[in-house]
């Protein structure tokens, strides 16, 4: 056995690693002035969320402060991420959306 440690009489098992990739949560942020509505519109369209999905989430960022929309990848997260940053931007809304090493 090529994995007897010099012939000890121990075996040590080896076995490929495989590492899953870390994961990041999408946090939103709240704030005084981006409307409900609008926050809304982007759980939906950015995030594949249902209308009451949506609604719930922005709820408790509204209330709590800060709320995971989602966990993913970092280049999905990123890409999330830059969406919604572009999207409220356009709309001169002051909206923050992070990610984080989960
Ligand atoms: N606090 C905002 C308001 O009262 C609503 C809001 C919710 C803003 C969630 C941002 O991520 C947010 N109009």
Do not use: W
Not at 40 to 68: D, P, S, Y
Request: charged share 25%.
């Amino acid at each position: 056995n090529s994995d007897d440690d010099a012939d000890t009489g121990v075996a040590v098992k080896t076995r490929a690693k495989t590492k899953r990739p870390p994961l990041y949560k999408v946090l939103l942020l709240n704030d005084d002035y981006t409307p409900m509505e609008f926050v809304v519109q982007i759980l939906e369209r950015f995030f594949g969320l249902t209308h009451a999905q949506a609604f719930e989430i922005m709820l408790t960022v509204h209330k709590k402060g800060v709320a995971v929309v989602g966990v993913f990848s970092h280049e999905i997260a990123e890409t999330k991420v830059t969406q919604v940053m572009d999207f409220a931007r356009r709309h001169q809304h002051p909206l923050q959306c992070t990610m984080e090493k989960e």
